[in-house]
């Protein structure tokens, strides 16, 4: 890759969108070929360490899937835990286990880190814990030819795999010495402790010290069968609408009596269906309770009225996902507008709320996709296109991805991920940690200035 592809070590705005510039011109000036040379012999030493591996990656990863580690059982995470720690140890990074406050009964991270002053600040983003608890049905292991079933076998202790056999990969043939690389492994990705802020401090701060993120949660292919990377997710957020009518008599709804909590309610959420419709964003009103009187709980509720007692209350819960801070601030803004120009004789306000902020499909995240497919390309393992947006999830990305350039969706094939049918293409395993162990080792090579 061309030694002008740099960035300083200081992460900031101006930065990511330099080395977005930088890196969007280059790839439409030279072609996305010119990114990088043909195979070096280095990096063809890198492939051949990768494949006589696989054996014993299969047994690691076996050895991992067989560990219930369900988000709730604390030690099944922390051995998952430990188990990554002496792979990782043993090449040469340095570890430690950070603690949740008991209180919110969360497992803890893994952070392993080799410090260098080489290449790109690199971080790497996996999570130990799945979504089957100890009690699930579903076979911990069972292989089918060139599958596997089992307990987050995909999701992810796949993903975690190919970092660990990347790692591994680029440590035999030298190409760790003088990189800097953090491995975030996070134990409650599946269900994340609260406060959120404390349970991803962590994670936050490893992205402040990196200059890109790769994170590898499953491989998502498109329509024409192709592995896709993910440059953007939408944010996962909510709101509570909160509706007050007068209650009266029914015979003076539409007159004196106003128009009670529920008619109120049903304009507001109607007109956000009629003027808030565009690409990326959707709400989903999920929870809703009116009447006389009304109690709210997390999920559930109750509600009681008369029917011929106008309404004086109304509660609505809906989550809200977008793409874009700018696309969060429009709708927000649309949505207090809407709320604002109440009904007589009713008046209505609106909270939301964001768990996991969006990450944009930036210039810097489609300029990594480029280097990703790049060296896929090279390998003989195809291109890697972009997955639309709107077709994922929220993930740990998400809260690193406003710091720094990101890409995500370098895990394994498989398919029915958080189900009893959790399945693993054996193949892949090699595939994704040939193409995370080349673009590790280019952004490893890049000069800094």
Known sequence: MPSMLYRS?????????????VMASLLTILGQSALATELTTDEKALISAIQKRQPAALSLLEQSVRINSGTMNLPGVRAVGALYEKELTALGFACRWVEMPKTMGRAGHLIAERKGSRGKRILLIGHLDTVFEPDSPVVPWSRQGQQVFGQGVADMKGGNLVIIEALRALSAIGALDGAQIQVV????????????AVARAELIAAAKRSDVALAFEISVKNSQGQDTGTIGRRAAGGFVLEVA????????????????????????IDSFRKQLIEPDLTFNPALILAGTEIEVAQTSGSAAGKDNVIPRTAVIKSDLRYLTAEQRERTQQKMREIVADHLPGTKASIQFDEAYPPMAPTAGNQALLALYSTASEQAGLGAVPALPPGQRGAGDVQFVAPYVDSLD???VNGAGSHSPDEVLDIPSIEKSTIRAALVIYRLSKVELK
């Open 409 to 411: 969706g370098l895990g």
């Open 245 to 268: 009518g007068e209650q009266g008599h029914s015979s003076t709804i539409f007159g004196k009596g106003g128009y009670g909590a529920v008619f109120e309610a049903a304009r507001i």
């Open 185 to 196: 492994f996070s134990g409650d990705e599946e269900l994340v402790g609260e406060p959120i």
């Open 9 to 21: 070590r200081k992460t900031t705005l101006l930065g990511r969108l330099t080395f977005g510039i």
